[in-house]
């Protein structure tokens, strides 16, 4: 991935004056740095003439175009607009997501980022670019949102999206050190995913946290083992589940043997189950024998023990929760995303 060049502010002027320049009709008069005007500081101001007129655009740019950053700037620019009434704004960013797009078409503020998505709409002009991919891809922000510990956090907002969380409290509830917490927190703030409200954090936007998290999710995390049972999958499920229960192992269906569970009509033929620490021993007891392929049973061998937060029992069989189910449905092509997004749609959007 490309890394954001060192001045950000000479990328955002090369990108607006060449989007400024595909107008034919439009002559930029002259192009200033940092703007001091009454009480402006604005980052970039452009004179643009044009048949019948002329304007200013101004613009502010950030170094983030997440939707926090976006606000902020856009509300900046607000309140420059009682200076200016009659210049246009302009938010430039090295990527600038849908929803911090949103932000900016809300209060009638055009938007560039340096991806090559635009919308600069004023007197007779009008551009608009949109599904450029993120070039600037913030690698390290998600890696460590998305990491194991970081994701126990994420699992536990989800689980209780109408609870407010003392930073403490989440930590410990979360088994994960404050510090981490505290990191986690200024990632989904920047998103606007939570909102630090009177008595704690609160999830604010659980849909989009969760379908981020599901592009970022990644289940090869987990050591998979098939294996070959005499047995039918339901049988396997149950014989697993006695075994785990009496040894006192922890474990939890998922994918369609979760599914099938959960209200949903999900035909299926091999057993899925998450097992922490299982033996070659225990294989035998069970009359369990591995195989490269054709099994009737997946173990897994769960990446991180946050797999195991918040799940349920279903006729004596505990089940993870419906957020781990929709994520590692995700990794079935075909019906396991038809199954995924029934779970998303019958269950945790009613939640929301």
Same mark, same amino acid.
């Given at each position: 991935?490309?890394?954001?060049?060192?001045?950000?502010? $000479?990328?955002?002027?090369?990108?607006?004056?060449?989007?400024?320049?595909?107008?034919?009709?439009?002559?930029?008069?002259?192009?200033?740095?940092?703007?001091?005007?009454?009480?402006?500081?604005?980052?970039?101001?452009?004179?643009?003439?044009?048949?019948?007129?002329?304007?200013? @655009? @101004?613009?502010?740019?950030? #170094?983030?175009?997440?939707?926090?950053?976006?606000?902020?700037?856009?509300?900046?620019?607000?309140?420059?607009?009682?200076?200016?009434?009659?210049?246009? +704004?302009?938010?430039?960013?090295?990527?600038?997501?849908?929803?911090?797009?949103?932000?900016?078409? %809300?209060?009638?503020?055009?938007?560039? $980022?340096?991806?090559?998505?635009?919308?600069?709409?004023?007197d007779t002009v009008y551009i608009k670019k949109e599904g450029a991919p993120n070039k600037y891809s913030e690698k390290r922000d998600l890696k460590s949102l998305y990491s194991p510990k970081a994701e126990r956090i994420l699992r536990v907002l989800l689980c209780s999206p109408g609870k407010k969380w003392k930073i403490?409290?989440?930590?410990?509830?979360?088994?994960?050190?404050?510090?981490?917490?505290?990191?986690?927190?200024? +990632?989904?703030?920047?998103?606007?995913?939570? %909102?630090?409200?009177?008595?704690?954090?609160?999830?604010?936007?659980?849909?989009?946290?969760?379908?981020?998290?599901?592009?970022?999710?990644?289940?090869?995390?987990?050591?998979?083992?098939?294996?070959? %049972?005499?047995?039918?999958?339901?049988?396997?499920?149950?014989?697993?589940?006695?075994?785990?229960? $009496?040894?006192?192992? $922890?474990?939890?269906?998922?994918?369609?043997?979760?599914?099938?569970?959960?209200?949903?009509?999900?035909?299926?033929? #091999?057993?899925?189950?998450?097992?922490?620490?299982?033996?070659?021993?225990?294989?035998?007891?069970?009359?369990?024998?591995?195989?490269?392929?054709?099994?009737?049973?997946?173990? +897994?061998?769960?990446?991180?023990?946050?797999?195991?937060?918040?799940?349920?029992?279903?006729?004596?069989?505990?089940? @993870?929760?419906?957020?781990?189910?929709?994520?590692?449905?995700?990794?079935?092509?075909?019906?396991?995303?038809?199954? %995924?997004?029934?779970?998303?749609?019958?269950?945790?959007?009613?939640?929301?």
């Open positions: 991935m490309k890394q954001i060049e060192p001045d950000i502010k $000479d990328s955002a002027k090369n990108a607006l004056l060449s989007s400024l320049a595909e107008i034919g009709f439009m002559e930029i008069e002259e192009f200033e740095g940092p703007c001091r005007h009454q009480d402006i500081q604005a980052d970039l101001v452009a004179k643009v003439k044009f048949p019948g007129g002329s304007t200013r @655009v @101004v613009s502010e740019v950030r #170094k983030s175009g997440q939707p926090r950053i976006a606000r902020e700037a856009v509300n900046q620019m607000i309140r420059y607009k009682k200076s200016m009434p009659d210049a246009y +704004f302009v938010f430039i960013a090295p990527y600038i997501s849908e929803r911090a797009a949103e932000i900016c078409r %809300s209060e009638n503020i055009g938007y560039l $980022d340096l991806s090559g998505n635009c919308l600069l709409a004023f403490k409290d989440l930590a410990d509830e979360s088994e994960v050190s404050l510090g981490q917490a505290s990191n986690v927190k200024r +990632f989904l703030c920047d998103r606007e995913f939570i %909102s630090g409200e009177r008595g704690g954090l609160k999830l604010k936007a659980p849909e989009a946290l969760v379908k981020e998290w599901a592009e970022n999710y990644d289940g090869s995390r987990n050591r998979i083992q098939e294996m070959y %049972s005499m047995q039918s999958a339901a049988q396997v499920e149950k014989a697993v589940a006695e075994f785990c229960g $009496d040894n006192n192992i $922890d474990y939890a269906l998922t994918g369609f043997s979760g599914a099938a569970r959960t209200a949903l009509a999900v035909r299926y033929q #091999k057993a899925m189950v998450y097992v922490s620490g299982i033996s070659a021993e225990a294989f035998s007891e069970l009359s369990l024998k591995p195989v490269p392929s054709g099994g009737n049973l997946l173990l +897994f061998s769960p990446y991180d023990k946050g797999v195991f937060y918040g799940t349920s029992i279903f006729d004596g069989i505990r089940v @993870v929760s419906e957020i781990q189910l929709y994520l590692d449905l995700q990794g079935f092509r075909g019906r396991g995303e038809e199954a %995924s997004q029934a779970i998303f749609e019958r269950i945790l959007a009613k939640s929301w």
